[in-house]
């Protein structure tokens, strides 16, 4: 378990390349093939950790003195997703993660059960996460597994569905993101979706980035769009002439570099991609295979980012004014684009639905996390995990996702019977989308 873990601590620009490069020679490409195929994924990534490192650390410090200017003064503090999976993976069960987690899509695979293989190991974490709420609510490490297996399944089964959306919308062939910050996202945006298709006016509205340009000219450009979110952020936070520019250059330079990163790595992906399908196409007529990925390759997309941008003050001004809320957004307000980019794609890019859906589905966040604080307090005080003086913690995207709410509050009220009923429910799902519908589609 600890060779599992000291390798997965070399971090995914590592750990990444690695698997891939073994991927394709499994898979039967040429070693320089599949060599170079995990290089450019190691490039890409380090990329976009680059740019959205830069986004995090000028938000952060806009967002803090947004806070401190208008004076909100709540109990729990936003430590963010880094610190999330820190705790996560600093439990018994959080070592467990990445074995169980693979062992699980193994075997939904043998059984035709999925059609993903996840390679991105380092976001078992996600499911880490919400097994040490369960153990930190019912001290039972059985039931916290099996919740953890759970989660997992259903996982791979928001993957299975969403991936033909993926490919429409963002262009990857292939790939599908199990990842625990964008999935659920997806099955909040269908219900808006429908809302907003029956609302008369309001149902003609295009918002699209390409629409936008059209309509605005230059000031519909990605990078000018940037550019002024920036110089609005920076004139909340009370920033000077200097401070407000540079923060609105930085925010247009983000839109720019983030979706060049993304074709990087796909650049490395789309081989490995090709090769995965052709490999079970011969041995396994009839069936598909798609790579699960870090839905970091969907983030740069500028519907994305532009929604995400104007969600940031949004989301400060709903912890302000909502009552109930004891959150205060720091940490993973450079977080909000994994967990709008798979709402998106249902909006078909429209950037006024996913901004309107993201405003109701980060209020719910803010309550749930704000639910969840002393859940993932203890879970935090039983890895070790610095607290840095707070006697309240959450992150703020992963601790508020409708998930995690499902879990914990299974956890709390007969969590057997909860937690085996999804389960089943689950399973059903999966055999559903994996047997019965692609059966009446051949």
């Given at each position: 378990?600890?060779?599992?873990?000291?390798?997965?601590?070399?971090?995914?620009?590592?750990?990444?390349?690695?698997?891939?490069?073994?991927?394709?020679?499994?898979?039967g490409t040429s070693p320089r093939k599949a060599f170079l195929a995990g290089i450019m994924v190691g490039i890409g990534f380090i990329g976009l950790n680059l740019v959205t490192g830069l986004l995090g650390d000028n938000l952060g410090p806009a967002a803090q003195q947004m806070v401190e200017r208008f004076g909100l003064q709540l109990n729990t503090i936003d430590v963010g997703w880094p610190a999330a999976s820190a705790i996560s993976y600093g439990t018994l069960l959080g070592s467990?993660?990445?074995?169980?987690?693979?062992?699980?899509?193994?075997?939904?695979?043998?059984f035709g059960l999925t059609q993903t293989l996840m390679v991105d190991l380092w976001n078992f974490w996600h499911a880490a996460f919400v097994a040490s709420l369960l153990y930190a609510v019912t001290n039972n490490f059985v039931l916290s597994l099996f919740g953890m297996v759970t989660y997992l399944c259903l996982m791979y089964l928001l993957a299975d569905i969403i991936a033909p959306i993926i490919n429409e919308f963002y262009g990857f062939p292939n790939i599908t993101f199990p990842h625990g910050t964008s999935a659920p996202g997806f099955l909040i945006a269908l219900p808006m979706n429908w809302l907003f298709d029956r609302i008369p006016g309001f149902n003609?509205?295009?918002a699209d980035p390409e629409t936008i340009q059209e309509k605005f000219g230059i000031f519909g450009e990605t990078t000018v769009?940037?550019?002024?979110?920036?110089?609005?952020?920076?004139?909340?936070a009370g920033y000077d002439i200097k401070g407000i520019l540079n923060l609105g250059v930085i925010l247009a330079a983000v839109m720019v570099l983030l979706p060049r990163m993304v074709a990087l790595l796909m650049e490395g992906l789309t081989p490995i991609s090709e090769a995965a399908n052709e490999f079970v196409h011969k041995r396994f007529p009839g069936r598909d295979l798609n790579i699960g990925m870090d839905s970091a390759l969907a983030v740069g997309h500028p519907a994305v980012l532009s929604s995400?941008?104007?969600?940031?003050?949004?989301?400060?001004?709903?912890?302000?004014?909502?009552?109930?809320?004891?959150?205060?957004p720091f940490g993973d307000l450079a977080t909000i684009p994994y967990a709008v980019c798979l709402m998106a794609p249902v909006f078909k890019g429209n950037i006024v639905r996913t901004v309107l859906s993201g405003s109701f589905y980060m209020a719910s966040i803010l309550y749930i996390t704000s639910w969840v604080a002393p859940v993932v307090t203890s879970a935090a005080k039983a890895a070790n995990f610095a607290m840095g003086g707070n006697e309240s913690v959450t992150a703020m995207?992963?601790?508020?996702?409708?998930?995690?709410?499902?879990?914990?509050?299974?956890?709390?009220?007969?969590?057997?019977i909860i937690i085996g009923g999804l389960f089943l429910i689950i399973l059903a799902a999966l055999y559903y989308v994996n047997k019965v519908k692609v059966r009446n589609l051949q």
């Open positions: 378990m600890e060779i599992i873990q000291s390798f997965i601590d070399l971090g995914p620009s590592i750990v990444l390349p690695i698997i891939i490069f073994i991927f394709g020679l499994i898979l467990l993660a990445i074995p169980v987690g693979i062992g699980v899509n193994l075997i939904l695979l043998f003609k509205i295009e769009m940037g550019l002024l979110i920036g110089i609005v952020m920076g004139v909340l995400s941008l104007i969600l940031v003050p949004i989301t400060i001004l709903l912890a302000f004014i909502l009552p109930g809320n004891k959150t205060i995207i992963e601790g508020g996702l409708w998930p995690t709410w499902l879990f914990v509050f299974a956890a709390q009220n007969m969590p057997w």
